[in-house]
């Protein structure tokens, strides 16, 4: 992709950006969103507004966070403290537990994501689940088929297990490269994701289920025999009723939990 000049702005590869320019899919995601007057709402990586104005427009006021000082300045110019609150720096740093602090209004969080960052932010993101109402994204399509994907499918992996543990998830619609200025090579998606409530969850211990899940997925071709040896054992396998010769693709979400759960309680 070569450097690209948009409304004056030259498109800054190191920073994902491509930017919305058809106003049938800005209208189609916005409707998506479904924003309502006083939300409390953050979206990631304005860049030249095409989200930022419309949802200004009906919620009243938007966070956003946003790492190029050049596009921060123009956010300046062009909308009020009243209207925006611009938190300048990198998203996969941000605390966006700090937008809720004193109060208890659920944090909706936007974005037409940097696809160069979009895996660490999710993962990122999910740290904030018990704050969220939902979240609605713009990714690559093979991401978002990755964060839906269903076991036994290829494409089902680590990010679809942590994801979908904590979130019901849903793919709303594609779109296409022409939509956006420079035209990104490949085919995105909206997401949009919920949490599910935290009585819901089942594992006493996430972080240990986080290890079991990378374990399971760090070498695709291997059995669970083989990649989870440090954690279960043949009995242990026999007693959750999983066939240890199975590949980390064919469990469900519900059976690494179970794992993860019979770990912590064997200890
Ligand atoms: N929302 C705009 C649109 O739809 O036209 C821009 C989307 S563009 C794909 C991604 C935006 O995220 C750019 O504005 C880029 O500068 C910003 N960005 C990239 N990396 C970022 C990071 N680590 N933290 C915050 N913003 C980032």
């Given at each position: 992709m070569q450097d690209f000049e948009t409304d004056g702005h030259r498109a800054r590869k190191r920073f994902g950006q491509n930017f919305l320019s058809d106003p049938n899919i800005i209208r189609k995601i916005i409707d998506a969103i479904r924003p309502q007057p006083g939300e409390l709402m953050v979206e990631i990586g304005p860049g030249l507004g095409a989200m930022t104005a419309p949802l200004i427009e009906r919620l009243g006021h938007l966070h956003v966070v946003e790492i190029d000082r050049d596009l921060i300045a123009r956010l300046h110019e062009t909308y009020t403290p009243t209207q925006i609150t611009v938190h300048e720096g990198d998203a996969l740093k941000f605390d966006f537990g700090s937008l809720c602090a004193g109060g208890d209004q659920p944090l909706r969080i936007v974005g037409n994501l940097p696809y160069n960052i979009s895996t660490p932010i999710l993962f990122h993101l999910a740290e904030y689940a018990d704050r969220v109402k939902d979240m609605t994204f713009m990714l690559q399509k093979e991401v978002v088929m990755r964060m839906v994907a269903e076991p036994g499918?290829?494409?089902?992996g680590r990010l679809s297990v942590m994801l979908q543990y904590r979130f019901r998830m849903g793919r709303m619609f594609d779109v296409p490269p022409g939509a956006f200025r420079p035209a990104p090579k490949v085919m995105s998606s909206i997401v949009r994701m919920a949490p599910l409530p935290k009585d819901q969850l089942g594992a006493q211990d996430e972080t240990l289920l986080g290890k079991i899940v990378t374990a399971a997925f760090g070498q695709r071709r291997k059995t669970l025999k083989n990649t989870l040896r440090d954690y279960m054992g043949d009995a242990d396998f026999a007693a959750l009723g999983i066939?240890?010769?199975?590949?980390?693709?064919?469990?469900s979400v519900e059976q690494f939990v179970a794992i993860a759960n019979h770990c912590s309680a064997r200890g």
């Open positions: 499918t290829e494409e089902y066939d240890p010769s199975l590949r980390g693709e064919k469990l």
